[in-house]
Nanobody
Framework: QVQLVESGGGLVQAGGSLRLSCAAS????????MGWFRQAPGKEREFVAA????????YYVDSVKGRFTISRDNAKNTVYLQMNSLKPEDTAVYYC????????????????????WGQGTQVTVSS
């Protein structure tokens, strides 16, 4: 079982930047993939980005392409989400998630396809 702990959320003005971290512990595997999701008040959880631990391939939802960057540090078992040019509509609780099956080359964008979740970190972007 893998445990995930997010950090790095906070309050930032529109146009600003934040970097979220997700530290994984327990039963981690280098062949897994990791994802970031977010959920705004009154809205459904939304896929944001994903990365494969092994080759570092990435995938993003269109609304964050060019602004967000997902990366990983295998030695630290940590995944990051660098968020630049933040907009008020990026305000949400951000969650990292892990799959416990080897990455097949395709990324999952549905939350139910992930097996472990962090507790979430709040990101608030003021206008």
């Amino acid at each position: 079982q893998v445990q995930l702990v997010e950090s790095g959320g906070g309050l930032v003005q529109a146009g600003g930047s934040l970097r979220l971290s997700c530290a994984a512990s327990g039963r981690t595997f280098s062949s897994y993939s990791m994802g970031w999701f977010r959920q705004a008040p009154g809205k459904e959880r939304e896929f944001v980005a994903a990365i494969s631990w092994s080759v570092g391939s990435t995938y993003y939802v269109d609304s964050v392409k060019g602004r967000f960057t997902i990366s990983r540090d295998n030695a630290k078992n940590t995944v990051y989400l660098q968020m630049n040019s933040l907009k008020p509509e990026d305000t949400a609780v951000y969650y990292c998630a892990a799959q416990n099956t080897p990455w097949t080359g395709l990324f999952s964008v549905r939350g139910y396809e992930y097996d472990a979740w962090g507790q979430g970190t709040q990101v608030t972007v003021s206008s």
